[in-house]
């Protein structure tokens, strides 16, 4: 059974960085996944913040490029996602999410559903 774990999340002032980290247990092979990480503010729909496929190639929506940034170490299983240059609006509970795929497949483009999600770690950017 695979699990997510999400931890990093904090509160921070507008400008500054985070990195949130999600360790995955379960996942024998990471080729077969697409991971990725979205959040939910208050009273908004959950939207999709980048994802990472089998070798590594990252998708972002076009919103976020050039600010966020998602990684993966395939051997400790842990999924990151460095924030930089946060804004007020990127406040939310941001969860990390894995979708089964076949080998060495991009990630689809958002949004697509994860088969396994995380607990969610909050993230309150302050003005």
């Known amino acids: 059974q695979v699990q997510l774990v999400e931890s990093g999340g904090g509160s921070v002032q507008a400008g500054g960085s985070l990195r949130l980290s999600c360790a995955a247990s379960?996942?024998?092979?990471?080729?077969?996944?697409?991971m990725g990480w979205f959040r939910q503010a208050r009273g908004k729909e959950r939207e999709g913040v980048a994802g990472i496929d089998g070798l590594h190639r990252g998708t972002y929506p076009t919103s976020l490029e050039g600010r966020f940034f998602i990684s993966k170490d395939d051997v400790a299983n842990v999924l990151y996602l460095q924030m930089n240059s946060l804004k007020p609006e990127d406040s939310a509970v941001y969860y990390c999410?894995?979708?089964?795929?076949?080998?060495?497949?991009?990630?689809?483009?958002?949004?697509?559903?994860?088969?396994?999600w995380g607990q969610g770690t909050q993230v309150t950017v302050s003005s």
């Open positions: 379960g996942i024998t092979d990471s080729t077969l996944f697409c």
């Open positions: 999410a894995a979708q089964r795929r076949a080998r060495y497949t991009v990630c689809p483009q958002f949004p697509w559903k994860g088969d396994y």
